[in-house]
């Protein structure tokens, strides 16, 4: 109850690239932090908005999504079709004031190192931001 | 030809079913939407500066019975035929486009400070609107979508009526205002906004692009919000009902005077409407002929955000 | 009840410093037509039964279910209403929370600690129509206290505040305004509209009327009146049962787990709200489930009015 607060990050991971590139930073035993809680997701292209904007309001601190690099695409194009609906969420969220919320990157499976300073870095930028503004006024679910 | 002949010689010909327009409310520069079925009802048919409202919303509740239908569509109910058809809500050849130049359509809200206003009081003049004898710019009356408006005659259609002068008003940026806050200042703007949500649907119910049979806002398999107005819901509701939107918003304005609390909502979708403008280069309604932009993509999309 | 006229006539000063004492709050409609120095709430629907409650709280541990109501905090509340919004109180929220057992705890936790004024109006607005549905604008009918400004201060009637009585210029100006009210009172619907309505349901007009209506809630959350509630889980493991207002007008309001929806079709929606306004709720309590405060006129975005849609359907009928 009294440990100071951490931030937790949900992340989209694609099966074929980030999940298997956090996998290799694993195995590679890299230290990261361990805010994130990883949803693992067939492809980028797969992840609607709305997931993101239910990570964010279940509370989670900071969401990223990561896939394939352009061009890698497993399915050749889903990671494309993503990033123009990425982008139109990451404008939206400009506008509103919550930009640093929402991350995306791209890492591949070879890029153990990279997802590892991925994640470092977007924790400290959610750390940075502080609780989510979406909690306010939510307590009737907490444990007593 | 003017608005009511074109209308009344498509219902006597019997090359419509039925004229979707514009007819007096029952409230003080109100106007209600009315599907005019017989010739005689035309001369109750109005078009002023007070039809905000978006027909297109009503072309996909037609009554059984009515095959061939006429609209009246300023700009924005062009556009959002266009869409609609374009999405295959609709076919062309059933649809007749009554296109009329719009003046820009005044914030009925605005004029609240004037107690018992008459509508004989109020008259429209070039680009000033004149209440009671003094003359206002007509900008200031109008709201954010208006104030922006690129095409205030239908860009599709198949009749041009005659008659409406469309005032030449400067196009402003209406979202640069925003834009140029500080960013905890426009968390704060939307925060302020989102709270005040009750979440009747009306702006939703009341956009012609909104058509799902079964909504995500209400959806309980999967579930992505509780019903309750709480920041956090009205959040998922606005910010994903504006990424449903992205590319599809014909930012007619509609959600925003639906709006019985007056939240400035249309800002999330114009702001959208924009990213999609500018990087895109697509806008909704506008051709029927091109792709959407999420079904296509280009190599070179902007990737500076991506990590 | 009209006014006795044995009531007060207090200043202005007087009467806002009494009002200051506790937490008071005034409705939208009356904030709209007197600057007063309070907080609003939206109908006094809003006080008494929340846009979403939690009504208890619950988690998983030990294996168990462990379950914490949540009861309303008890505190004192001074709401100054108009007329109408009294009566929307007073002869449909309570009559279906608190007239047949058993009582809603949380409902009648927030009556009891709710003081209930009414502000009388000089004036009807476009929408009003209160008249039309057995309502005044003078009445006090079940309000704690009557107040109605005056050019000389405040009339009131009830417990509370100190004043003169009437002198004679400011019982004729009373006068004058129960008659000017008087002519300008839309008329009431037939007495047997309820019967009517009831007969009119298989009629064939309906779809007409039910045209232009967009079905959203607008309505009936700005509604006083409207009391239809859902109740929902939020969270899983924890979490709390969260009771929110419904909606008529909501297709997924009536649908069953078995995937049927009895009123599947918008007119049959539309039909549903003015049928258990104007037919079911008075054919059952008495009175009228609208008490005309036209807010549901004012505030739609299509200016779908109900009181042409009840005309209509009563001539209808006829």
């Known amino acids: 109850m009294n440990s100071p607060w951490e931030p937790k990050i949900v992340a989209f991971l694609c099966h074929w690239c980030s999940y298997a590139g956090a996998d290799l930073a694993g195995v590679s035993r890299i230290q990261y932090p361990p805010n994130i809680r990883v949803v693992r997701v067939p492809c980028s292209g797969s992840v609607d908005p709305l997931y993101i904007l239910k990570a964010l309001r279940e509370g989670a601190d900071g969401v990223l999504v990561s896939g394939c690099h352009p061009g890698d695409c497993h399915y050749l194009s889903g990671n494309y079709f993503a990033r123009r609906k990425f982008l139109v969420l990451h404008k939206l969220l400009d506008l509103l004031g919550l930009r640093d919320r929402v991350h995306f990157s791209w890492v591949s499976a070879s890029e153990g190192q990279r997802f590892a300073d991925v994640v470092k870095a977007v924790t400290e930028v959610v750390r940075s931001l502080g609780p989510n503004p979406l909690r306010e006024g939510e307590s009737t679910c907490d444990t007593p | ?81 266009v869409a609609l058809v374009r999405e295959n809500r609709l076919r062309r050849e059933n649809l007749l486009i009554l296109g009329v130049p719009c003046p820009g359509m005044v914030d009925t809200r605005k004029l609240a400070e004037w107690e018992g206003l008459k509508e004989h009081e109020v008259t429209l003049r070039g680009g000033e609107i004149v209440i009671r004898g003094v003359a206002y710019p007509l900008a200031s009356f109008l709201d954010a979508s208006c104030r922006r408006c690129r095409y205030r005659s239908p860009l599709v259609y198949d009749i041009l009526v005659e008659g409406g002068e469309v005032p030449s008003l400067p196009q402003e940026d209406t979202l640069r205002e925003l834009r140029s806050l500080p960013e905890e200042k426009r968390w704060e703007f939307f925060r302020k906004e989102l709270s005040r949500c009750i979440r009747c649907y009306a702006c939703r119910n009341a956009c012609p692009m909104c058509y799902c049979k079964e909504c995500f806002a209400e959806s309980h398999k999967p579930s992505f919000l509780h019903p309750s107005p709480t920041l956090r819901d009205n959040f998922v509701f606005h910010i994903g009902r504006a990424m449903h939107l992205a590319g599809r918003c014909v930012e007619c304005g509609a959600c925003e005077r639906a709006c019985p609390l007056g939240i400035p909502i249309a800002t999330l979708f114009l702001a959208v409407s924009d990213t999609v403008r500018e990087h895109f280069a697509f806008e909704a309604g506008v051709d029927v002929a091109a792709p959407a932009p999420f079904v296509t993509y280009r190599e070179d999309d902007p990737n500076a955000f991506i990590r | 009840m009209r006014l006795s006229g044995n009531g007060v006539v207090a200043t202005r000063e007087a009467f806002l410093e009494w009002l200051s004492r506790g937490r008071t709050f005034v409705t939208e409609t009356v904030a709209r037509r007197f600057r007063l120095p309070f907080p609003s709430v939206p109908t006094p629907k809003a006080v008494l039964l929340p846009q979403h409650e939690a009504l208890y709280r619950f988690f998983w541990a030990r294996r168990t279910w462990n379950v914490h109501p949540l009861p309303p905090e008890g505190t004192p509340i001074l709401l100054l209403a108009a007329p109408c919004e009294v009566k929307a109180v007073t002869d449909v929220l309570d009559a279906v929370f608190l007239g047949n057992a058993p009582q809603d705890p949380y409902y009648a936790t927030r009556r009891k600690n709710l003081i209930l004024g009414a502000l009388g109006c000089t004036f009807f607005e476009a929408t009003c129509f209160c008249t039309r549905v057995g309502g005044h604008p003078l009445s006090r009918e079940g309000a704690d206290f009557f107040a109605l400004p005056l050019s000389s201060g405040v009339y009131f009637e009830g417990e509370g505040v100190s004043g003169r009585p009437l002198a004679s210029s400011e019982k004729e100006e009373l006068e004058a305004l129960v008659a000017d009210l008087e002519k300008t009172a839309p008329p009431p619907f037939p007495e047997k509209t309820p019967e009517y309505l009831y007969e009119a349901f298989g009629c064939d007009i309906w779809e007409d009327i039910a045209w232009g209506c967009l079905n959203c809630g607008a309505c009936t959350f700005l509604c006083p009146t409207c009391f239809c509630f859902d109740l929902a889980l939020e969270g899983r493991l924890r979490g709390a049962m969260i009771r929110t207002w419904d909606s008529c007008m909501f297709p997924k309001f009536t649908l069953h787990a078995s995937s049927h929806n009895p009123r599947s079709h918008p007119m049959q929606r539309v039909r549903q709200r003015i049928l258990h306004k104007f037919s079911y709720h008075p054919l059952r309590k008495g009175v009228f489930g609208c008490v005309g405060c036209g807010r549901c006129v004012a505030l739609c975005p299509v200016n779908w009015d109900i009181r042409e849609a009840v005309e209509r359907v009563v001539s209808c009928a006829l």
Do not use: W
Request: overall charge positive; hydrophobic content about 40%.
């Open chain 2, 1 to 81: 030809m003017t608005l009511h002949d074109a209308a009344r010689k498509l219902l006597e010909e019997h090359k419509v079913q039925g004229v979707l327009g514009y007819r007096k409310g029952s409230l003080p520069f109100r106007t209600r939407p009315y599907l005019f079925r017989d010739p005689c009802e035309i001369e109750e048919l109005v078009f002023n500066p007070f039809c905000g409202l978006n027909l297109a919303r009503y072309l996909l509740f037609l009554p059984q019975g009515i095959e061939r239908v006429a609209i009246v569509a300023k700009g924005c109910d062009g556009r959002a035929c």
